[in-house]
């Protein structure tokens, strides 16, 4: 009876969820040999990675500055894995609890199973040697060791039940629309902070570079779960009662993530999608009578208006043109910083956000893709082709204009010297107009499609058109641009720098005539060659 029993009886939530990661994971390398070599390459080199960083954290044990790197380390590790969720949903099918609403499962068993199931993986592994690393390079003593220990055990647990609590929160958000375009802008996540790293890493290179990062490690180490590293260098120095308050605050950190992922996850399982209930009535509910709303309001009448908000609405809607705005934008901003963490401090490192943001108009009709057609049955003369044309370059300008004033002054002030402003903002607007002009002659001569569905920024065999088109119209501006850089260096040369102002309304007007001269001569073009445009654009 009791065999019989034992046999019979239902195996623990943990086990079986274990053995659905590991399944998991088997069959989707089965899939193809090329995901299997994919996921085989990326976790060799995570480890790769890991390694050298663990023994780069090993070589540092007695610095006295070591502890401010491992708390902000571990700071930096828990970041990732709280956004990377958020920007990466599909990479862990285990992380959708929707999955799940099915089973006969009490939150509280699913909870302890998915837990552990989320330490199988690349990841936690890294993050466990990494966090070993962190823990080796400041220990000191047996009481350190044994902190020590316990700090291993709870950082890789707070990591992991943070990723599963944001991962469940957010679970309805990520299978939307915006949800998706969130996902979109994990490139610029990842290339941004990959570039902020960089920039660390070059700082902390030079002699006493640690020392800089002291008075962050100061406020990270009260912020769990880097205090529970801070907690381990205490209890190497003797302060007991600090190291146990560290280990308090990621103790309870934990207990809070759980506590908060238990109720999101009962929440989700019980409750209906309101997304999904009442969506015509509350959409009717939020839109003015008039139909028009926001930014509608603000635009010109007419094929003008309408083609600017359609080109705007593309950059917000579209996961495509969003990143690439985004990634405008972001580096746009990004580089005057980054010239000056290297020592290159200068006014004129604002240009780059009008090279960024004048990129731009490059391949108008490419983001239409196959609805390009409906453009394109409006379009008979050279007329309708030079509106649509200046329409989309006064949406591009619309964001870009305030954007690239607001960087120019802001690299006058931080950067200066203020006296730099009228022609550095001058040959940004010249610069913004020529790239206008260039965008759109490349758009009616070398047009490419975008594909919706792959991280490929051209369609297949499409990718030489693309960045020849675009080095082409990049050069040709610069070529633009050159008699005004040839005023403002005269003038210096000249030593007439009570005169540098004239740049500044020479170069808003100079770019104001260049863009109009630019669309008046794709216009003709774009207009004959509306089959091979549209043939360009379908393609994929």
């Not at 609805?371 to 409006?378: D, E, H, K, P």
């Not at 964001?399 to 006296?419: C, F, I, K, M």
């Not at 004239?502 to 008046?520: F, M």
């Amino acid at each position: 009876m009791s065999t019989e029993a034992t046999a019979t009886a239902p195996s623990s939530p943990i086990s079986v969820f274990v053995r659905l990661k590991l399944t998991l994971l088997r069959n989707g390398m089965r899939q193809s040999p090329g995901r299997t070599v994919g996921y085989v390459a990326s976790a060799f080199m995570g480890l790769v990675v890991a390694g050298l960083v663990v023994l780069g954290l090993i070589a540092l044990r007695g610095n006295p500055h070591a502890g401010a790197l491992a708390v902000l380390l571990i700071g930096v590790l828990t970041l990732g894995w709280a956004v990377m969720p958020l920007f990466f949903p599909t990479g862990d099918e285990t992380l959708d609890p929707t999955r799940l609403v099915m089973l006969p499962l009490r939150p509280r068993p699913l909870i302890r199973a998915l837990l552990v199931t989320s330490l199988v993986g690349i990841g936690p592994v890294i993050t466990l040697a990494v966090v070993t690393g962190a823990v080796i390079s400041v220990a000191n003593g047996a009481v350190g060791a044994v902190v020590g220990v316990t700090a291993v055990v709870l950082v890789v647990l707070v990591c992991v039940a943070l990723a599963r609590a944001i991962a469940t929160a957010s679970t309805r958000l990520l299978t939307s629309r915006r949800g998706r375009d969130l996902a979109v802008l994990g490139g610029l996540f990842t290339a941004l902070g990959a570039q902020g790293i960089n920039l660390v890493t070059q700082r902390l290179g030079r002699p006493d570079g640690l020392s800089i990062l002291e008075p962050l490690g100061g406020v990270l180490r009260w912020v769990p779960p880097a205090s529970a590293i801070s907690a381990v260098d205490d209890a190497g120095h003797g302060a007991y009662g600090r190291a146990a308050a560290g280990l308090a605050l990621t103790a309870l950190a934990l207990a809070l993530l759980l506590w908060w992922w238990q109720r999101t996850l009962t929440a989700l399982m019980t409750a209906p999608d309101s997304s999904t209930l009442q969506a015509v009535e509350k959409d009717s509910a939020r839109r003015p009578k008039g139909g028009e709303t926001g930014l509608v309001r603000l635009l010109p009448g007419g094929r003008t208006g309408t083609a600017m908000l359609r080109t705007l609405r593309y950059a917000w809607r579209d996961p495509k043109s969003k990143m690439s705005w985004s990634m405008s934008l972001g580096f746009g901003l990004l580089m005057p910083v980054v010239w000056s963490f290297q020592g290159n401090r200068s006014v004129y490192t604002a240009l780059w956000a009008a090279g960024m943001l004048g990129s731009q108009m490059f391949n108008q009709f490419g983001q239409d893709t196959s609805a390009f057609w409906m453009v394109a049955s409006t379009i008979s003369t050279a007329r309708d082709a030079y509106e649509e044309l200046r329409a989309r370059a006064l949406a591009v300008a619309l964001v870009a204009v305030p954007y690239v004033t607001l960087v120019t002054v802001a690299a006058a002030a931080l950067l200066g010297p203020w006296s730099a402003f009228p022609e550095v903002y001058g040959l940004s607007l010249a610069l913004f107009g020529s790239l206008v002009a260039t965008g759109a002659v490349a758009s009616a001569l070398t047009p490419y499609s975008v594909p919706a569905e792959s991280n490929k920024a051209a369609a297949a065999g499409q990718g030489s058109l693309a960045w020849g088109g675009f080095l082409v119209g990049l050069l040709a501006a610069t070529a633009l641009i050159a008699p005004l850089l040839a005023l403002t260096i005269g003038l210096h040369v000249a030593d007439l720098h009570s005169l540098l102002w004239t740049v500044l309304p020479v170069g808003a007007l100079y770019g104001l005539g260049i863009a109009t001269l630019g669309l008046r001569v794709a216009a003709p073009r774009a207009a004959t060659r509306l089959p091979e445009i549209l043939a360009a654009v379908s393609k994929g």
